[in-house]
């Protein structure tokens, strides 16, 4: 109970402090809508080759999800960077509060954030473009991203820890978030690649994500992409929660 107790407090202080400045929340959203008002047009004119019926905003709407939830959570780091340069961390180091819950709270927040934020982008391509994903699939979806964001935000804390500088964490997450995104599908099908392309992009996890996400919108709830993509989702986001969780821990010991 003192673990969930103080996860809590965490969670609230966290929450607190993106609803007084929800400036980089709002940034967060946009840049996907951007996406979606600038790119759907194109997958549009592309979406005869992807099959027959194919609805362009239901290819690039549930990838543009996944983007939020790669780049969002992937890039919390920098918060806590801030913190660290702030004495906040130190100030909670010395508390009796268990340093998994100094985790734990901050990416249930992301996880909270992430949400919202997706439930706005698929609001506004229902309102501007008419999307009209599977509600049960919506819902799934939104799963498959807060497990998603946890994996990524506890690793990047933990980074963000061990780096103890912005310049370093940018370097170091930006050579891995744009090869990720480029090679997931989320602008465009992997299957409208060269076969080596889509060779090398089946090695890269959130690919099978983005794949389930297409399927959980359209209803096609027992394919093959949505087990494996949910599959590989939530065991690599356990590995990165283990992996986030032990470097946290060892940098705040």
């Known amino acids: 109970m003192t673990f969930l107790r103080d996860t809590g407090l965490i969670f609230w202080s966290q929450l607190r402090s993106n609803l007084r400045n ?3 929340v709002i940034i967060g959203v946009m840049q996907p809508i951007i996406y979606l008002v600038l790119f759907g047009p194109l997958v549009k004119g592309i979406a005869g080759s992807l099959g027959p019926g194919a609805d362009p905003w ?11 939830g790669l780049f969002g959570a992937l890039f919390v780091g920098f918060g806590i960077v801030a913190e660290l340069r702030a ?6 180091r010395v508390t009796p509060a268990a340093r998994g819950a100094l985790l734990l709270g901050r990416v249930l927040k992301d996880m909270t954030v992430l949400v919202v934020q997706a439930l706005v982008l698929v609001a506004v391509a229902a309102a501007a473009f008419g999307l009209r994903p599977d509600p049960l699939g919506l819902v799934l979806s939104l799963l498959l991203i807060a497990v998603m964001g946890a994996g990524l935000a506890a690793a990047s804390y933990a980074l963000g820890l061990w780096a103890r500088s912005e310049d ?7 050579s891995v978030s744009v090869p990720v995104m480029l090679l997931s599908g989320i602008l465009l099908p992997m299957t409208v690649g060269p076969k080596w392309l889509q060779d090398i992009a089946e090695i890269n996890p959130y690919s099978h994500t983005v794949n389930a996400a297409r399927a959980l919108f359209r209803g096609d709830f027992g394919t093959h992409d949505v087990y494996v993509g949910t599959v590989v989702t939530v065991v690599f986001s356990l590995i990165l929660m283990a992996i986030g969780a032990r470097g946290f821990a060892r940098e705040n010991a």
């Open 168 to 174: 370093t964490l940018a370097s170091l997450l930006n």
């Open 87 to 92: 004495g906040v961390i130190e100030r909670q």
């Open 58 to 68: 239901k290819i690039l709407t549930p990838a543009l999800v996944i983007q939020i």
């Open 22 to 24: 929800p400036l980089w």
